[in-house]
């Protein structure tokens, strides 16, 4: 993996832990995570206002296909998050999306993962289910955890990121990454809104809005950027280093709850964070 597209997986770590923890501090969470695609379409829509005539020669099939899959997976978050705390789910949804991600990438995808770049995942992976333990033997019953509706939830959301991610690997190929990250986003705002009002009706969206409006537009443009990265990270590199790496935002999200919510962050955790760096630095070397 090249120094660049490594440096772009650490910004969009740190962003995308960033607005998940404010998700999870939000009151109605699948009306504020509409309202924050909505905000990050409108925001971002000058890169598709300035090109209008990429509208007719897109491949809509990939646009039409990532936006599905990720209006379930915004649904299967929010959802997570009000079953689970969030330095459970975040790392569990994460830990399990390059496993995933590596899977689909070697049959469906034809990328080839050395055995360097094996390893690396296999310590990412390893470290991201370990960085939630209470303690060490904790780590003998890894699915005492599958007992919880949030960790249920969690798992659904890491393996809608392994099919929203494949998906975006080969179409950014074919499609300027800006412009079809907006495009995809367009969609996740407007495919749930009928059923989204008819449920929760337009008092809940003004109500959330007038509450948190500012952390709303934020997780927009951190959740708009961070994966606009992503896609210009696999330009460069294997979906399947590219998903493990990003997986930094783990250690990330755990210090920001060490910090901020005031969440714990003892010896099982800090021997978790340094497993999943050393995956980092392998995947980066080697892989």
Not at 36 to 62: E, K, N, Q, T, Y
Request: with cysteine; charged share 15%; proline share 3%.
């Amino acid at each position: 993996m090249t120094l660049h597209a490594l440096l772009l997986l650490l910004c969009a770590a740190l962003l995308h832990a960033s607005w998940n923890l404010l998700v999870k501090r939000s009151r109605d969470k699948q009306v504020f995570t509409w309202c924050a695609m909505c905000a990050a379409a409108v925001l971002f829509s000058p890169l598709i206002l300035r090109d209008l005539g990429i509208l007719r020669v897109v491949d809509w099939r990939f646009v039409v296909g990532s936006a599905a899959v990720e209006v379930v997976y915004y649904a299967a978050l929010a959802r997570a998050y009000e079953h689970g705390d969030y330095s459970l789910v975040y790392p569990i949804a994460r830990g399990s999306a390059p496993a995933f991600i590596a899977l689909w990438a070697v049959l469906l995808l034809g990328e080839q993962v050395s055995v360097w770049g094996g390893l690396g995942i296999a310590m990412i992976a390893l470290g991201i289910q370990a960085i939630h333990q209470e303690s060490f033997r904790r780590l003998r019953h890894p699915l005492h955890l599958l007992r919880a509706p949030g960790t249920r939830w969690a798992l659904a959301v890491g393996l809608l990121i392994s099919v929203y991610s494949s998906i975006d690997k080969v179409a950014v190929g074919r499609i300027p990454p800006d412009r079809y990250i907006v495009l995809v986003f367009g969609l996740v705002a407007l495919l749930p809104a009928p059923y989204l009002l008819a449920r929760r009706g337009i008092s809940a969206v003004v109500a959330e809005w007038r509450a948190n409006a500012l952390p709303i537009v934020a997780v927009g443009a951190m959740n708009l950027l961070s994966y606009l990265l992503v896609l210009q990270a696999m330009q460069d590199a294997n979906v399947s280093y590219v998903g493990a790496v990003r997986e930094m935002s783990v250690v990330m999200a755990a210090l920001l709850g060490a910090v901020l919510m005031r969440e714990g962050f003892g010896l099982v955790r800090i021997v978790a964070a340094c497993v999943i760096f050393a995956g980092v630095i392998v995947i980066a070397g080697y892989g």
